[in-house]
């Protein structure tokens, strides 16, 4: 499936809940820069070690004003469970209704048929501007990967 974002081109908003049961829009990073990135299920080994990795770094990303958003089709409750059992310090979007990965064009298998999100990353600027977008990752050194990237565009 393609992705249904480009670089240079405005990030889609979207309004959504997190793993608390909090609403939560793109629209409220503004001024930030924002890794929005899709994973397949929670609680799974690949998706597990992505987290985990992207907690590992979180204040190197704070320091360069950067919010990390981890979305998923799974629902609020198997998102918190994830965020607790894994100890999270980003928030995770529920997208049961899979809105937000059909609209960045993120959903798996052909078509999107299988219903979960493709491991995609979507690396957008303070004024939500697409910079960067990562569609083959390797969980655990992704992070790192998009640290650079970061650094490299001058974003921090």
Not at 50 to 56: D, G, H, L, Q, V
Not at 58 to 68: A, D, I, K
Not at 82 to 94: E, K, N, Q, S
Request: hydrophobic share 35%; with cysteine; proline share 4%.
């Amino acid at each position: 499936m393609t992705l249904n974002v480009a670089l240079g081109h405005r990030a889609p908003d979207f309004e959504a809940v997190d793993d608390r049961g909090q609403p939560v829009r793109l629209s409220d990073f503004r001024g930030r820069n924002v890794v929005l990135y899709f994973y397949p299920k929670d609680h799974t080994p690949g998706c597990t070690i992505e987290a985990r990795s992207f907690n590992a770094r979180l204040e190197e990303f704070h320091r360069r004003n950067t919010v990390v958003l981890g979305v998923s089709t799974d629902d609020v409750a198997s998102h918190g469970r994830f965020r607790d059992r894994c100890g999270l310090g980003f928030r995770l979007i529920a997208d049961p209704r899979k809105e937000i990965c059909r609209t960045y064009g993120a959903l798996g298998g052909v078509m999107g048929l299988l219903g979960w999100s493709r491991r995609v990353t979507v690396l957008i600027d303070r004024e939500g501007v697409v910079r960067a977008i990562w569609e083959k990752v390797n969980p655990r050194q992704h992070p790192q990967e998009v640290l650079q990237k970061i650094d490299e565009l001058g974003l921090n």
